[in-house]
Nanobody
Framework: QVQLVESGGGTVQAGGSLRLSCAAS????????LGWFRQAPGKEREFVAA????????TYADSVKGPFTISRDNAKNTMYLQMNSLKPEDTAVYYC??????????????????WGQGTQVTVSS
């Protein structure tokens, strides 16, 4: 069974930075693509970024391309999301997700098999 635990959320002023981490249990981490999603109050969950199993391929939502960077360390079973130049509209609960034993990235929530509980990110103006 795979468990994902996010950390690193918090409150930051606009223009600031945060680094989210997603620690995973299970033996399939290095064979699985991973993704970050977010959900703001009253809105649907939306794609933020994804990374392939090897880490060589990444995709981003247009709204975060440039300031956000996704990465992973397969030796540590951990994924990261470096968020720079944060804006109030980035305020949301951020979730990490894993595609079980599937190496390619995806922006679709239905393509992910496991989800973390989420970590709150609040950007004040």
């Amino acid at each position: 069974q795979v468990q994902l635990v996010e950390s690193g959320g918090g409150t930051v002023q606009a223009g600031g930075s945060l680094r989210l981490s997603c620690a995973a249990s299970g033996r399939t981490f290095s064979r699985s693509a991973l993704g970050w999603f977010r959900q703001a109050p009253g809105k649907e969950r939306e794609f933020v970024a994804a990374i392939s199993a090897s880490g060589r391929s990444t995709t981003y939502a247009d709204s975060v391309k440039g300031p956000f960077t996704i990465s992973r360390d397969n030796a540590k079973n951990t994924m990261y999301l470096q968020m720079n130049s944060l804006k109030p509209e980035d305020t949301a609960v951020y979730y990490c997700a894993q595609r079980e034993s599937y190496s390619a990235t995806s922006s679709g929530t239905d393509d992910y098999d496991y989800w973390g509980q989420g970590t709150q990110v609040t950007v004040s103006s």
